[in-house]
């Protein structure tokens, strides 16, 4: 039943009119009434709403800077204060007790806080328990894929960028369908996707994007494994500081590797275990791409230890390009791409978290990456001398002081 409370007004006039033939005390004790009637109408409809609409939302701050300029993280030896800072608000919609639309805007310090939708999509569930979702969903390759961006729920201050890095999308727009095996103290959950992707301040197109993930859990261990592919199109574009003058440079973008409708392919395995106080999270994955675009394996192994509100951890890391021999300097292109797309190092990470109070969390981290062997570590502000061949940085130290909290 629906009710305007704009219709108050008229609703009093024509109670009032039949007052000419009643004392004051009977006109005003019929108002009182219908004052009262339309306060609890109100009241049902607000307590309706509140059933169909659920608001909450996210937000991290912190700071970061670096030893040197290698640019791990995008962190130099000033203070960064965007790179890590977003806000997100999320909107959840029940138009039935099976369907659903979700909305969520973000709003990342890096981008200059523009607005943009990482989720929206439509879900149904269906009565033998397959839920079906279409719009703009999270590509879910990783395990920490469906809160990438809720930094309160995970235990470091990033996740490793060895791992998170090597994949440069992380929302598709097509549609996934999953089915969830209860079992007496566990659960399976099968899930399968498919659609495609734009790479973020990129021409690269992603194309036929299909895949599937399963998982099981009995909320102590959760292991997990994914597989999905899709076609790539577009070039890959670098910027390149050009001397015009004497103490006069400009930076000029130039294309490194034109990519013609090639496959792609991403493998990922899982685990982790939480009892409450012992945490470890290890993931290892492997992305390979045909022609000169890097194949890469990482993969990182994360210990952590509950202490009433504080948690200490401890982060191994690595990330190494497997298919250098294609990209050999026999000419100035594939030099080019050597240096690009040539890529390793080793990341070790101590850091540790204090939920200061409810739904807040305050992170302190440090990490040092090295080991870069004859490549750039992946950095792209780690630049070669063409004189000597070696490159302006052999490591880089990163502080990172963080807070996470959801509301």
């Known amino acids: ?128 328990g397959v839920k079906v979702r279409g719009g703009k969903l999270r590509v879910p390759l990783f395990m920490y894929s469906d809160y990438l961006d809720v930094g309160y729920a995970q235990p470091f201050a990033r996740p490793p960028q060895e791992v998170y890095g090597t994949i440069p999308f992380s929302s598709y727009t097509g549609a996934g369908v999953s089915y969830d095996v209860d079992y007496d103290d566990s659960t399976l959950t099968m899930q399968a996707f498919g659609g495609e992707s734009d790479v973020k301040n990129s021409a690269v197109k992603l194309t036929n994007l299909m895949g599937a993930n399963v998982s099981w859990t009995d909320e102590v261990w959760t292991l997990r494994a994914v597989y999905a592919q899709a076609q790539l199109d577009g070039p890959v574009v670098d910027e390149l500081e050009v001397e015009l003058a004497t103490n006069v440079n400009t930076d000029a973008k130039y294309t490194v590797l034109d990519i013609d409708d090639e496959k792609g392919s991403f493998v990922g395995i899982g685990a982790s275990y939480d009892n409450g106080e012992m945490i470890a999270i290890t993931e290892w994955t492997r992305s390979e791409i045909d022609a000169a675009y890097p194949d890469t394996d990482s993969g990182y192994l994360t210990l952590g230890y509950r202490i009433k509100e504080f948690t200490p951890y401890v982060t191994v890391a690595y990330m190494k390009t497997q298919d250098n021999d294609e990209r050999l300097p026999v000419s100035q292109a594939a030099a080019i791409q050597m240096i690009a797309f040539n890529a390793e190092r080793m990341a070790y990470s101590l850091g540790l978290r204090w939920d200061a109070i409810d739904n807040v969390a305050v992170k302190f981290d440090i990490t040092y990456a090295d080991d870069f062997g004859d490549t750039s570590g992946g950095f792209i502000n780690n630049s070669m001398d063409t004189t000597t061949g070696q490159f302006t940085y052999d490591d880089t130290l990163i502080y990172t002081v963080k807070f996470d909290a959801v509301f």
């Open 1 to 128: 039943m629906k009710f305007n409370l704009k219709a108050l007004p008229i609703a009093i006039s024509i109670a009032m009119a039949p007052s000419i033939a009643l004392s004051d005390e009977a006109a005003d004790a019929k108002i009182a009434k219908l004052e009262q009637q339309v306060q609890t109408l109100q009241s049902q409809q607000n307590a309706s709403l509140a059933d169909k609409v659920q608001f909450n939302g996210f937000i991290s701050g912190a700071y970061i800077s670096s030893d040197n300029d290698a640019g791990y993280n995008n962190a130099d030896s000033s203070a960064n204060f965007s790179e890590d800072s977003k806000l997100g608000f999320q909107g959840t919609f029940n138009i039935t007790d099976r369907t659903q639309a979700v909305l969520q805007l973000m709003m990342r310090g890096k981008y200059d806080w523009e607005v943009e939708a990482e989720w929206a999509y439509l879900s149904h569930r269906f009565e033998n």
